[in-house]
Nanobody, 126 residues
Framework: QVQLVESGGGFVQRGGSLTLSCTASGFNLGDFAVGWFRRSPGKEEEGVSCISSSDGSAYSIDSVKGRFTISRDDAKNTVYLQMNGLKPEDTGVYLC???????????????????WGDGTQVTVPS
């Protein structure tokens, strides 16, 4: 079965940390660029961090730079999002997507999306 599955979300206090995982089955995630996105209440969906397939170049939006780190382990068919210094505004459903290209490095727009995951909830209370 071809799918992406996110895990690692949860409830964490302000300043805390979480590590999200995006694991592929049925296809080789290493062949794809991968992005992490979030859907927050009252906000448009936004790209958070993304990583290329070719050389592992990583990018993040300004609001999470210095706090979030995206990485990939192709042997485990998994992309991670390490989130430190979490803030209430980081609350949302985090989804990963595998696609052909990173069309916009600043906003982590993924082109030619092949698969989306269903997401994992991250909650940081105010």
């Amino acid at each position: 079965q071809v799918q992406l599955v996110e895990s690692g979300g949860g409830f964490v206090q302000r300043g805390g940390s979480l590590t999200l995982s995006c694991t592929a089955s049925g296809f080789n995630l290493g062949d794809f660029a991968v992005g992490w996105f979030r859907r927050s209440p009252g906000k448009e969906e936004e790209g958070v961090s993304c990583i290329s397939s070719s050389d592992g170049s990583a990018y993040s939006i300004d609001s999470v730079k210095g706090r979030f780190t995206i990485s990939r382990d192709d042997a485990k068919n998994t992309v991670y999002l390490q989130m430190n210094g979490l803030k209430p505004e980081d609350t949302g459903v985090y989804l990963c997507a595998a696609g052909n290209t990173i069309n916009d490095r600043n906003m982590c727009v993924i082109g030619g999306v092949y698969r989306w995951g269903d997401g994992t909830q991250v909650t940081v209370p105010s």
